[in-house]
């Protein structure tokens, strides 16, 4: 009997996965792939002897009792990489140089809040305790799978439930001491309306150990997964841009790409932008309400919409590797003022510059409409992003006496940049919350794992789950071929790359 083929379209985490699993489990794969290499949004480029990585900023499931852990080794994600831990998540650093320390040890953590605002020993207490409640189970591994895991999150669903009702903003207003209230809702970026349950979350599973960096970065682990898939059977082929996806009653039968040549499959998976496949390569026949009321009602301004990268020819030697710096005077950018600025520094991962030299990354939200409309114009466009680098550099100056003057190589994305390298519609990376009436929908079921009225058709990645975890994106595609197999009564298997 032939094996059933699958096309998958983008080679990016999800793609990759769907297609090493499905390898593993005797169907024959190929992944059409518009860019030169695999990754998707978990990629990295050099600059002047720098490498500038767009994507990780903690990976979870590094440690062997991670669930997590097993699909990386079957993966082959982590296979010959290090990776590194941090001693602290963050450090918010306020304009009168009080520091608060976000240590991923919660003893540490604990003790160091104590010391910060002693009158908020209740509140300080209550948080650290429900991180370490969290730290006895797999939750992130557990969120992305089914009944079966999520059962055993029941002796702290409670807990859960809880704090996912109540955001980081609103958690902070309960610190009587206003550096914390000020400096809390600032523990995860600037992303509105994060439940206070997400940091909760990533501290307990770094208290643990398990969170931290791969030595290389985000195209170090997407190539090990590409080796992996190749090495299982699976064949890529790059600068190969879907445009339509083939349908025959109801059946996607097959892809068609930029060029006009046109390739068949038993099955069809997308791991590419939703908005891309649901309404450019299958022109918008194939959707609900919910699918239609998710995309029209993305936000005006896209969080980690706008990054500037820096080589600088400094170690930055016992600086933290994340900080949030409050500002004496507001950066203007894109007409509006922002107060911080959200700073990462990669002096942990020697092979990403030259040595003795560091990258340092900045990253605010953005609005696709002003840039797209600044693109019209190439020279006031990258003048634009000139402008703001620029700027961003005066304000790190401050901060890092000198840092101006040791700037070897800089490079900004915006998300017209995003637009153009993954096809992203308005150059969204990441997804963004549902329409409150979908919201619980959304919740339990992805945005578009299937698509109405459409066979033969399957959809994975951050798009189609509405989230963006590469821990749960790579689990996608695992789920998809396992039900697949099931599908055709076969047993799923799984192998490991060592």
Known sequence: ????????????????????????????????EMQTKPGGVCVSWKRHGYTFDYAIHNLFGIISSSADNKVWRELGALHGLKTYSFREFVQIEDTDGKAFTVYTNLDELERHLMALSPSDKEKISEFVKVCRRFSGYDIFAAMGGGFGTMIRLLPVLRSLMKYSKITVEDYAKGFSDPFLQKAFPTIEYDVPGVPVLIPMIFLSALNKGDGGWPIGG????????????????????????????????????????????????DIIVSAADGHSTIFGMLDGKYVNDSIRAYYKSYPKTISFGFEVWYGVNREFRGEPHSLVLFQTEPVTFEGREYNRLDVEIFNFDSSLAPPGKTVVKVVLDSNYDYWHKLSKDTKAYTEAKRRIADIIAERLDTRFSGFKDQIEAVD??????????????????????????????????????????????????QWAGAFYSTNQVTSMGRDLVKQLCKKDNKKFVTTTAD
């Open 218 to 265: 985000s195209l170090a682990l997407s190539k090990n997964i590409e080796r992996r898939y190749l090495e299982l059977g699976g064949e890529i082929a790059y600068r190969s841009k879907v445009v339509k996806i083939l349908v025959e009653n109801d059946n996607a039968v097959g892809v068609q790409l930029e060029d006009g040549s046109q390739h068949l499959a």
């Open 412 to 461: 900004v994305a915006t998300p017209v940049s995003v637009e153009h390298w993954l096809a992203a519609y308005r150059g969204y990376c990441v997804p963004y919350p549902a329409p409150k009436e979908f919201a619980k929908a959304v919740s339990k079921n992805g945005v578009s794992k299937t698509l109405p009225g459409l066979q033969g058709f399957h959809m994975v990645g």
């Open 1 to 32: 009997m032939t094996a059933k083929s699958i096309i998958i379209i983008g080679a990016g985490l999800a793609g990759l996965a769907t297609g090493c699993y499905g390898q593993m489990n005797g169907f024959k794969t190929k992944i059409f």
